[in-house]
């Protein structure tokens, strides 16, 4: 599988919109999902099989705030795995394969998702821990708080367990 990283902004927009079809998809269906203003990508991670998109995720660098204390997270947004190309591990691959840009080249601290229950159990199996933290965002009224899963991922799996987490801006 070819990797691409690219930034949001950089990609054709004929991608973009496929990328956004593609989380409407996966996604449109929550309430949670429709009733939510999201953030922008900064990144987007491509599994390309023989030119073909397979898999893909997007990423939000963003100075949070854990406990008071300012933290570059690596936001992980939309894992897809395109239909055609399901049953493979691609997605496991991608994100495997690209965890080291967000600790490394990115700078990020951690890495935290916002998770369905009906995933909790797969992205536990690649490392990351389900934390109990308060979890703010921002919303065009105001601050609201994170009525479902969030996960962290350090680069040396350290368990970080945070009282209040501040996205301090739109969740991703």
Known sequence: MEIISKRHQELAT???QQ???LAETEFGGFDIVR???W???DWCFLGMLDGELACCYSLVLRQARFD???VLIAGLNNLITVPAFRGRGLASQLLVKTEQDWFGRLAGQC???LCAD???SYYSSLGWQQVESELWFDQPDGKRLWQANCMLLTADRTVL???KIDLCGFPW
Do not use: R, V
Request: aromatic share 0%; net charge negative.
């Open 39 to 41: 953030a922008i990508p």
């Open 161 to 163: 367990t945070p009282a």
């Open 14 to 16: 004929s991608l973009q």
């Open 118 to 120: 009906g995933l909790l």
């Open 68 to 70: 008071g204390q300012p």
């Open 19 to 21: 990328l956004q079809a």
């Open 111 to 113: 890495a935290l998702l």
């Open 35 to 37: 009733e939510t203003a």
